[in-house]
T-cell receptor, first 112, second 114 residues
């Protein structure tokens, strides 16, 4: 299935860098877009969610959705070593509301 | 902060055996889900459950799988006759009634079928 595409990385950046994580999708019915953080062998932790197009900011994290391009992004400002994890995008909407479709996840390492 | 819990954290079983994975969702949540993640692959939806019945199930959720809410707090996933390819991390999640898109995940059960 190619509902949601996400570059798995790995992505390695120095502490303090701005990180950009992205996903593309094919299903125009998707309306809710989520970002999860997953540490090794742990469950996904909900970071942010956005409804429809636009931006949402929460501290150092900014989520962007461009429905016309079917493209979503997560920006992390002033990245910290504790941000090192796998970041998963997920989305849902339409008749399958509640069924989350995940990307493969991008593995991020922030080195001091 | 309330959280979803799952037991056991690890389960090793022989092919053909039945396993039951247990979850305690967040107490005021009304929608419950099971997902699985095969090593190195995407998190995949299995089933959603609301008001004591299945709301939706994926093509993965065939007759060997079943879910149950045996009491007011537990939510279980049963695999009747495990196969090697059932080896995966199984995650339970829950959401409030009006916010199905915001699902909170448990730590997972790592199932290994030998």
């Amino acid at each position: 299935q190619k509902e949601v595409e996400q570059d798995p990385g790995p992505l390695s950046v120095p502490e303090g860098a701005i990180v950009s994580l992205n996903c593309t999708y094919s299903n125009s019915a998707f309306q809710y877009f989520m970002w999860y953080r997953q540490y090794s062998r742990k469950g996904p932790e909900l970071l942010m969610y956005t409804y429809s197009s636009g931006n949402k900011e929460d501290g150092r994290f900014t989520a962007q959705v461009d429905k016309s391009s079917k493209y979503i992004s997560l920006f992390i400002r002033d990245s910290q070593p504790s941000d090192s994890a796998t970041y998963l995008c997920a989305m849902t909407g339409g008749s399958t509301l509640g069924r989350l479709y995940f990307g493969r996840g991008t593995q991020l390492t922030v080195w001091p | 902060e309330p959280e979803v819990t799952q037991t056991p954290s690890h389960q090793v079983t022989q092919m053909g055996q039945e396993v039951i994975l247990r979850c305690v969702p967040i107490s005021n949540h009304l929608y419950f889900y099971w997902y699985r993640q095969i090593l190195g692959q995407k998190v995949e939806f299995l089933v959603s459950f609301y008001n004591n019945e299945i709301s939706e199930k994926s093509e993965i959720f065939d007759d060997q799988f079943s879910v149950e809410r045996p009491d007011g707090s537990n939510f279980t996933l049963k695999i009747r006759s495990t196969k090697l390819e059932d080896s995966a991390m199984y995650f339970c999640a829950s959401s409030e009634n009006t916010n199905q898109e915001t699902q909170y995940f448990g730590p997972g059960t790592r199932l290994l079928v030998l």
